[in-house]
């Protein structure tokens, strides 16, 4: 039993491992042991560099946010003083225009001044398209007014330029108790972006300005592309937010592992006066990029030993085994997909593989047959399902497919079209006289008959149900189909089949005839139903008879009838 069971085990092993898993499996059993024992002498190098990296960008993303607090306070400035000039213009009638001479605004990072009125309505500005643009329901403005004190918005998507930007605010009121109005700059953040170029182009670090929701505000000229996106991880500000809970500082680092699963070093500082923060990202992979590359410098001559025999066994094994099997599989692929005629060429294969190629081509060669045989009886199902087989002639369903095709053919050919309805007379009767199997007898008759006199006149006969036989007549108009009606009732009488209830003593037929030229105001019903009208006057002239419908055109199966 032991031995079983230990030979089982081998299958399953073989299974789970096949040629590659094996041979990658012996690569790293020789190599993996060698390259961990180097890489612990060089670990210790790459935390301190990482270190020494993690600390340098810490204090330039505190320098970065103290330059901003500076601008917060030339543009603090600028609005104290357009605010007075303003205010003495409201004196001299001419505000804007006052303050429009008295002030230039040279700093490059304000993109607009303007005077909003008591409701938040921009009366002048720097500029234009900015006049009449209502800006009362900002909640910067609305701080203003309220406080009565200067105040710097959250970051924001500017309603004008749609580029994010940051919002200043000063209620002339601080100067001058009676009036409403509140100046207002409006801050471009490309200066910022201007600020962090110290932080671009260096290998394995992204620093980005973010608001609260994650939205980048201002990045170096190497990282413009990510302006007004969303941070691509998801995770950052959760973990920063988490560390300013735990530390009660707004400046910080934390290690950080993506949704990549790569190593990231986070320095990250708050913006005074606003939410948003200036993340610093630094890739540990790229920044020790150095170090990495002694340590893959270190296994090379180890690795290129176990890559060769790796990349050799890979190769016959692809050649000898894995090229035969893709062969064979693309030929049954093929053959799956009914390329019945496609086989397995097995001169290109190795030896051990040609039994399997001749035992597929033998079974390609019998499936295809056997889908042609296939083939060949569905096609004659479909025939005989059409064809009554009493009388040999088509069945009601093969009549109404030839119906519709010349009803259609007709109506684009503006051509005409005739259908003759035929019923045997008192056929009831000659069954019960002379049984059913006498009585089938005689329907083939009239079926050989009908068919013969159908192929005379380029006609169609058809058993439409019991007794009733009809003929539809291509291209023919009334005179044509009365006289193929009148040929069809005398050839059945000249049969001579013996009726001994019938008046005539033979079997006779009464025959409907009805014409027209199909249009788009017709249904093919309609040459049916009068066919089958003009059969019914015959019935009622005594039989063995031909009756014609009173009109060609057919309005609707109503109309009236000659005989």
């Known amino acids: 039993m032991s031995r079983i069971s230990f030979g089982r085990k081998r299958v399953k092993l073989k299974k789970v491992l096949g040629i590659r898993g094996r041979l990658v499996l012996l690569a790293l059993i020789m190599v993996v042991p060698l390259m961990l024992e180097r890489a612990r002498s060089l670990e210790d190098a790459r935390a301190k560099q990482i270190a020494f990296a993690s600390n340098e960008y810490k204090k330039l993303a505190r320098h970065t946010a103290d330059s901003q607090r500076e601008v917060v306070s030339s543009v603090e400035a600028v609005l104290k003083s357009s605010a007075y000039v303003y205010a003495l213009g409201t004196d001299a009638g001419q505000p804007c225009a006052v303050m429009r001479a008295g002030l230039r605004v040279d700093l490059p990072w304000i993109n607009s001044l303007s005077v909003t009125n008591g409701t938040g309505r921009v009366l002048c500005s720097t500029e234009p398209k900015l006049i009449g643009m209502n800006l009362g329901d900002r909640d910067y403005w609305k701080r203003a007014v309220s406080s009565g004190q200067f105040v710097l918005s959250d970051y924001l998507f500017s309603r004008v330029t749609s580029q994010p930007a940051v919002i200043a605010a000063y209620p002339i009121a601080a100067i001058d108790s009676l009036a409403d109005s509140v100046v207002v700059a409006g801050l471009n ?24 929701n994650g939205v980048v505000l201002a990045a170096p000229d190497d990282l413009a592309s990510m302006i007004t996106q969303h941070l691509e991880d998801k995770t950052v500000l959760p973990a920063i937010r988490t560390q300013e809970a735990a530390t009660g500082s707004k400046t910080g680092i934390i290690a950080h592992i993506g949704p990549d699963n790569r190593q990231r070093t986070i320095s990250f500082a708050e913006v005074p006066g606003t939410d948003a923060r200036l993340i610093v990202s630094i890739d540990e992979a790229t920044v020790t990029a150095g170090i990495n590359r002694d340590i893959r410098s270190a296994y090379f001559q180890l690795g290129m030993v176990g890559v060769m025999v790796l990349l050799g066994a890979l190769f016959a094994a692809d050649v000898l085994v894995i090229k ?25 294969l190795p030896a051990e593989f040609k039994p ?208």
């Open 324 to 348: 035969p099997i893709r062969a064979l599989t693309a030929q049954a692929v093929r053959f799956g997909r009914g390329d019945h005629t496609t086989r397995a060429e097995s001169k290109e």
């Open 189 to 212: 953040l490309d200066w910022m972006s201007r600020v962090m170029n110290n932080l671009g182009d260096r290998p394995g670090v992204t620093a980005v300005l973010v608001d609260s």
């Open 356 to 563: 399997l190629a001749r035992a597929f081509n033998a079974m390609a060669a019998q499936l295809g047959q056997r889908e042609r045989e296939l083939v060949a009886s569905n096609n004659r199902l479909a025939v005989m399902a059409a064809i009554d087989p009493v009388s040999g002639l088509a069945n009601r369903r093969g009549f109404q497919s030839r119906f519709d095709f010349e009803w259609l053919k007709a109506t684009q050919l503006e051509s005409e079209l005739s259908l003759v309805m035929i019923d045997v007379d008192q056929f009831k009767l000659f069954n019960d006289s002379y049984g059913h199997l006498e009585g089938d007898a005689c329907l083939r008759r009239l079926g050989e008959t009908l068919d013969l006199i159908a192929g005379t006149t380029a006609g169609f006969a058809a058993r439409y149900g019991g007794e009733e036989f009809c003929v539809l007549l291509p291209g023919s108009g009334a005179v044509r189909a009365l006289q193929t009606a009148e040929m069809i009732r005398a050839a059945v009488q000249a049969l001579a089949i013996a009726h001994g209830a019938s008046s005539y003593q033979t079997v006779t037929v009464s025959v409907g005839v009805a014409s027209t030229r199909p249009n788009d105001t017709q249904r093919p019903a309609d040459l049916i139903e009068a066919a089958d009208a003009a059969l019914y006057v015959a019935k009622r002239q005594g039989r063995n008879t031909v009756a014609q419908h009173g009109q060609r055109e057919i309005a609707a199966p109503s109309v009236s009838l000659a005989s």
